[in-house]
């Protein structure tokens, strides 16, 4: 595909070449008219904004090619004036970069096996948190104050009995207190023993696998999915199988088919990620029988059940099994803060000393840096206090959202409410259909400083679907009204 920039900025044409980065045939096209003149010293180069605009680019692929540029001495910047042209150009150009190796090139290239290039294709690149509407928590009302006033307490002179803990389990007043908030608030059966501590829940369904199944055995996911999850299990060496999921929720039946000899499931029953829907009880009950007449595992992954806006949150799937074949898996990553990397497993008490020998081989404990921090900050009861305050908040952070939807994206985008989590998933018009798919959307909202998600990068297959995940937890109603006002017009474009 051929363009010319067409308000101006630059005289160029950019010819997209397939099998080659956007960014590096950027950063060749400038280096070039530097190099031959068409760009001489001094000139000032267009912002990042308006030259992304201009070439239908995105912000992040211009400002990658223009950090090259200026690592290899062929622009300079100037401070609160842009960036120009250098005076001075280095003596010789920079020799020709090897090509970047791409699809099953990079196994040859780098020597990636079968499990890493599955698990580099299901990773994605980090995007900038403050952005909407990138899901995640609002840290700007977590109670840093309180938690540095219990960190000191603890670590100002910390006694051996903490310094020196090394519990594969975790921290006993913590298992405590997960315990007791669980057995309170999410109906789960467990005493604090059964609770492992764990640096988030993506090495707890690491752990659970590798103890549970064997190299090659065969897990079920969600269809669509969370990507974590699938990384998880494909690290333990499992082969991935997909259930589909509807309005009910994962639908077990159809899974056994696909995957008859499936051993494990990985599901989020109570609020899935990332369509939403809550598992009806019959199909939590089907599940069950399925686990008990397999012999098979259930995680249950119960990663955002704190925010539901309303009523009380819905019990756990575990407070349902009579057979012990459920392993719940938490986190306090969205809860709290993504940096605290703490989550846990409850497993059963048959089991409970397997997973803690298995954990002092793998990795022997968690950092105890934050545990018994946690467990105060839980038995004092600002844990629950935070939730309360959050649950509020975000509450009226998605009516926001879908005010800000009907008034700027109604044309193209239909967003309905949500009884819970921390994003909705916004389901193209027809007439946007005709237009875009959701990849090609997301890349519109790109140019215009806008980040959303596309449902279909959920599936591991071939999408059913289509639509924008909007993350809205994290920002406040001006920056919800102000991204949507943008959306809105990048798809109008």
């Not at 044409?13 to 190099?35: A, H, K, S």
């Not at 909007?470 to 943008?486: C, N, Q, T």
Request: neutral net charge; aromatic residues 6%; glycine residues 10%.
């Amino acid at each position: 595909m051929q363009w010319e920039a067409g308000s101006g900025l630059l005289a160029m044409n950019f010819q997209r070449r397939g099998g080659e980065p956007l960014y590096r045939q950027l950063y060749g096209e400038l280096r070039d008219m530097i190099l031959d003149g068409r760009l001489s010293a001094a000139t000032r180069l267009p912002a990042n904004r308006a030259l992304a605009a201009d070439l239908s680019l995105s912000r992040n692929t211009v400002a990658t090619a223009m950090q090259q540029l200026l690592a290899e001495g062929y622009v300079e910047t100037r401070h609160g004036d842009g960036t120009y042209v250098a005076t001075e150009l280095p003596d010789a150009g920079p020799s020709e970069a090897p090509p970047i190796p791409t699809g099953d090139d990079v196994a040859r290239h780098y020597g990636l096996s079968r499990r890493g290039r599955a698990l580099a294709a299901i990773g994605r690149g980090n995007t900038d948190p403050d952005r909407a509407f990138v899901p995640g928590p609002d840290l700007s009302h977590f109670p840093f104050d309180v938690w540095g006033r219990l960190l000191a307490r603890f670590w100002r002179r910390p006694g051996s009995e903490l310094a020196a803990c090394r519990d594969a389990g975790g921290y006993p007043p913590l298992r405590a207190a997960i315990a007791g908030y669980l057995g309170a608030v999410r109906g789960v059966r467990c005493s604090a023993e059964q609770v492992v501590v764990v640096s988030g829940a993506q090495q707890a369904i690491h752990l659970a696998a590798q103890v549970l199944l064997d190299h090659g055995d065969q897990a079920l996911v969600e269809e669509p999915g969370y990507a974590g999850v699938r990384g998880a299990l494909t690290s333990a060496g499992l082969r991935i199988g997909h259930a589909p999921v509807d309005d009910e929720g994962l639908m077990i039946h159809e899974g056994e088919a696909r995957a008859p000899l499936a051993r494990m499931v990985c599901v989020a029953p109570s609020h899935q990620h990332p369509l939403g829907v809550v598992m009806s009880l019959r199909r939590r009950l089907d599940l069950i029988e399925w686990a008990r007449r397999r012999r098979a595992w259930i995680l249950e992954d119960d990663y955002d059940s704190e925010y539901r806006y309303a009523g009380r949150p819905l019990a756990a799937l575990q407070g349902l099994d009579p057979s012990g074949r459920v392993i719940y898996v938490g986190s306090f990553s969205k809860v709290l803060f993504p940096s605290l990397r703490l989550g846990y497993l409850v497993v059963p008490p048959d089991l409970v000393e397997a997973f803690l020998r298995a954990r002092r081989v793998l990795d022997d404990h968690t950092s105890m840096l934050a545990q018994p921090v946690l467990a105060q900050f839980i038995a004092d009861g600002h844990f629950a206090a935070h939730v309360r305050r959050m649950r509020r908040l975000y509450a009226a952070r998605q009516k926001a959202l879908l005010a800000a939807a009907e008034r700027y994206l109604a044309p193209f985008l239909q967003v309905a409410p949500d009884e819970a989590g921390m994003h909705l998933i916004a389901w193209p018009t027809e007439a946007l259909s005709r237009r875009l798919n959701d990849v090609q959307a997301a890349e519109r909202a790109g140019a215009a400083d806008v980040t959303v998600l596309p449902l279909s990068t959920s599936h591991a297959g071939r999408a059913t679907r289509q639509g924008l995940m909007l993350g809205y937890a994290a920002h406040d109603e001006g920056v919800i009204e102000a991204a949507a006002r943008r959306l809105g017009g990048a798809l109008a474009a």
